[in-house]
């Protein structure tokens, strides 16, 4: 039986009084009052040009897709250490994709070999934020600005997450975040698209609404609305939004006790990582992270198999996370895939542990000594 799962989804109690809202003013489409609310948060507190809530965060990688006007034959470099989506936004546009290897010390991109991946041919390279700890943004930046490429963040798991005193999500053209309910904060399946890069911003909003230009119809600037453009039915529905945004004021506390649970794990560990029995994640100094993960890593894959076996047994839920996907058997019918250690490594030995708002500190004390006890007899 398991007792301590890996993830809770997080209720804040005020979804159940905008559900009610909702049932009286019967406006449960998208781009209704609680969609606003959400986007003006993050356009107001994020200083993002344009946010639209979308249906995902998959959705607001597609929508930044279109945006970046991919054809085929374009390249797109990616880390290949990172979830099926920020891939097949650009696949699905007819990108190539050069996947990228992670840095020796943390799972995200390693930002001093882009260089090497750019050709004539390459358009957006994009970054993804791994447990809500900053990719080296100043470096993207600068290469994006040397070579004429868009950068595109996929922020999925880094709310509220900074580089320097920059927030994870505003700094490249375009970003992606989740509200799915495995993140800090969620809409049950939910995510936005920050348009950072002011002449994204006009076209965004219609790639948003089925490739119409409807909401400018809404505000009443226009006497009738066509097909403009792309698009899809992007949009989040009012019911989702009205969840969020009783989430999002929680957002504060959520962060307060997930780093609290997310520092407990450091410290019980530390004496394993001293030792050099299991490795704890690697914090660079411009990086201010959102405790949206937890994890180590072990020596190798065998003993992580069986670390995982042996917390199961004693009721806890450990899980490993993202298999390569340069590596993987869509990639590998289209490309013979080179090797990328570092990512290949977090692949085999990354593990991740309990965390999330309701977590106890002696729960997260009673993970850390099973861990100490199977490395006891497993050192
Ligand atoms: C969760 C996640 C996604 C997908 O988010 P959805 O909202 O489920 O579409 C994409 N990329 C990364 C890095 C993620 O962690």
């Not at 895939?337 to 570092?342: A, I, Q």
């Not at 977090?346 to 100490?372: A, G, S």
């Amino acid at each position: 039986m398991i007792n301590i799962p890996f993830n809770k989804p997080h209720v804040q109690g005020n979804e159940l009084k905008y559900f009610k809202d909702l049932l009286k003013t019967r406006n449960f489409s998208g781009n209704g009052k609680y969609t606003g609310k959400v986007q003006k948060h993050f356009e107001r507190k994020y200083k993002i040009k344009k946010a639209l809530l979308t249906t995902s965060c998959t959705a607001a990688l597609d929508m930044a897709a279109i945006l970046a006007d991919i054809s085929p034959g374009d390249e797109v470099i990616i880390p290949t250490y990172t979830f099926t989506s920020t891939a097949n936004a650009f696949v699905l546009r007819g990108a190539k994709i050069i996947f990228a290897d992670s840095e020796k010390r943390t799972p995200n991109l390693d930002v001093s070999k882009i260089e090497k991946l750019i050709t004539k041919k390459t358009k957006v390279i994009v970054v993804v934020h791994y447990a809500g700890v900053s990719c080296d943004m100043g470096k993207v930046m600068l290469i994006a600005k040397k070579h004429g490429l868009l950068v595109i963040e996929d922020a999925a798991q880094a709310i509220d997450s900074f580089y320097k005193n920059k927030r994870l999500g505003t700094i490249g053209d375009l970003a992606s975040f989740s509200f799915h309910e495995t993140k800090n904060i969620h809409a049950g399946e939910g995510g936005l698209l920050a348009i950072n890069n002011p002449r994204f911003m006009k076209r965004g909003e219609i790639i948003w609404e089925k490739g119409t230009n409807r909401a400018e119809f809404f505000r009443g600037e226009v006497n009738k609305y066509e097909w403009k453009d792309l698009g899809s039915s992007f949009l989040i529905s009012e019911i989702n939004a009205a969840f969020l945004y009783a989430q999002l004021q929680d957002l504060k506390k959520i962060q307060i006790k997930r780093k609290k649970s997310w520092d407990r794990y450091q410290t019980n560990l530390k004496e394993l990582a001293d030792q050099k029995i299991i490795s704890l994640p690697f914090l660079p100094s411009y990086s201010r992270h959102n405790a949206h993960l937890s994890y180590i890593l072990c020596r190798n894959m065998p003993e992580r198999s069986k670390l995982i076996f042996f917390l199961r047994a004693n009721g806890v839920l450990s899980v490993f996370h993202y298999l390569c996907l340069h590596k993987s058997s869509f990639h590998k019918k289209r490309e013979k895939p080179r090797k990328l250690k570092h990512a290949e490594r977090y692949e085999q030995t990354l593990l991740r542990l309990p965390l999330f708002v309701d977590l106890k500190l002696k729960e997260v004390d009673f993970v850390c000594n099973l861990i100490k006890e199977f490395y006891s007899t497993n050192s």
